[in-house]
């Protein structure tokens, strides 16, 4: 950054990193320890999981642009349907092999950048989804730790995350702002798709 000079090239390489940082080639799922209980190692567990986090912010971001209805029900409903998937991850023994976190990226950060106009109950139903499909891996990942009260971390901090994130986007009211917010979106369907390459490699 020069002055007021803008360099677009950098964005591809930031891109990449990150879809390398979220692809190792072998990784087992692990639950991080705060030590101050299993709510927080939940919390921490989300935070720290960038293939949950940028999906449920593209989802936070997608809502928001969508308006305050969109918004509402996936701040109440993602929480819910993760919570309720991961119960199911915690007692179904099931080894997920699709790019999951991939995809998400992909469908979810296509959608923010190209700002499609989609009613409420499509909203509903992708918050439902993205609930339930990586609730149940969160759930598969801390049975045997930090298990349903982990789940509630996880739950309350995935509520946190997209109240903040929604209610920021629905109060852009500038072009130029919701411009900025479906660039936000298309970095992440690029790391999808950078992902997506990793995983066929």
Not at 50 to 55: A, C, G, I, R, S
Not at 119 to 135: C, F, W
């Amino acid at each position: 950054m020069n002055g007021n000079k803008f360099y677009p090239g950098i964005f591809p390489g930031l891109a990449f990193g990150i879809a390398v940082l979220c692809s190792p080639s072998s990784a087992d799922a692990h639950l991080v320890t705060t030590g101050m209980g299993p709510v927080y190692d939940g919390i921490g567990h989300f935070l720290l999981t960038p293939e949950d986090l940028v999906p449920v912010l593209a989802l936070a971001i997608y809502a928001g642009l969508r308006g305050a209805d969109s918004g509402r029900r996936a701040m109440f409903l993602l929480p819910l349907a993760w919570f309720i998937g991961g119960l199911a991850g915690s007692v179904v023994n099931v080894t997920v092999s699709i790019p999951i976190a991939a995809i998400s990226f992909l469908i979810l950060g296509g959608l923010v950048a190209a700002d499609f106009c989609l009613p409420a109950a499509v909203v509903t139903g992708l918050a439902i989804v993205l609930g339930g499909v990586h609730g149940f891996l969160n759930g598969a990942a801390l049975k045997e730790s930090a298990g349903m009260i982990g789940l509630m971390g996880i739950m309350l901090m995935v509520f946190v995350v997209v109240t903040v994130v929604s209610a920021f986007v629905i109060s852009l009211k500038r072009p130029w702002e919701r411009i900025v917010a479906r660039v936000a979106g298309s970095w992440i369907a690029a790391v999808g798709l950078l992902m997506i390459g990793w995983a066929v490699r």
